[in-house]
């Protein structure tokens, strides 16, 4: 939806910043929300791989 990978990712968008989630987080939350995204909270450590901002959650809440 956001039209910066070449192939499905999940990630959040926080301002201009885009944080791709993890493999594993990948996995368990991309079925929710690849063809409609959501609002929603995420709580998790920030890590870089390359010029790419990861982040693992701990605590991931969408708005109903």
Same mark, same amino acid.
Do not use: N, Q, R
């Given at each position: 939806?956001?039209?910066?990978?070449?192939?499905?990712?999940?990630?959040?968008? @926080? #301002?201009?910043?885009?944080?791709?989630? !993890? /493999?594993?987080?990948?996995k368990?939350?991309?079925? *929710?929300?690849?063809?409609?995204?959501?609002?929603?909270?995420? @709580? #998790?450590k920030?890590?870089?791989?390359? !010029? /790419?901002?990861?982040?693992?959650?701990?605590?991931? *809440?969408?708005?109903?």
């Open positions: 939806d956001l039209g910066v990978a070449d192939s499905c990712h999940t990630v959040i968008k @926080v #301002g201009e910043k885009v944080y791709y989630f !993890d /493999k594993e987080a990948t368990k939350y991309h079925k *929710e929300i690849c063809t409609t995204p959501k609002d929603g909270t995420v @709580v #998790g920030v890590s870089k791989d390359g !010029d /790419k901002l990861i982040v693992t959650p701990s605590k991931v *809440e969408f708005k109903k």
